[in-house]
């Protein structure tokens, strides 16, 4: 038990939790808006934006509604349906685990009714999400079909909209 160990013991531990207390605030972004920024940034290398976009999908699956409700107000869903859209235009292992890892991120977004309600209003995110059925990647299509079964199921629209984001595929 803690009670039993002595002073200098209990200093050694709380000095150890403060440091990786502050090591975790170094490692990335942590705000909403911090992560738009770092989505949108030019300069950073597509390396450097898979990473925060790993890091975006665990903050997305693990934060609050209020977190992602500021997310999607600061542009997040724009950001990730625009490194979605730059992906697409790519074909190496690098921009197709960046492709996989956006379609985590709106899977994650979407997982209320604020983030359906959002990709639902979206002119291009239906299908940019049709565009990422690629045979040759069976798991990323798995969670995009996931994705738009469960879009297509959202009452009023969301049938006519995955049909239409499907039929503007295959066209």
Known sequence: PLRARDVAAKRELLVNH????AQSQKRGPNRPSEFVQALRSTSSSVAAKLQVIE??????????VSWLKDFGKDGGLHVILNLLRESQCYDTSTYNRMQHECIKCLKAFMNNKYGLMEILDDEDGMPLLARALVPSQPLMMADVLKILAALSLVPPIGHDKTLEALTLLGE
Do not use: Q, V
């Open 55 to 64: 890091t975006l999908r665990i903050s997305l699956t693990n934060k609050a």
């Open 18 to 21: 403060l440091k990786r207390g």
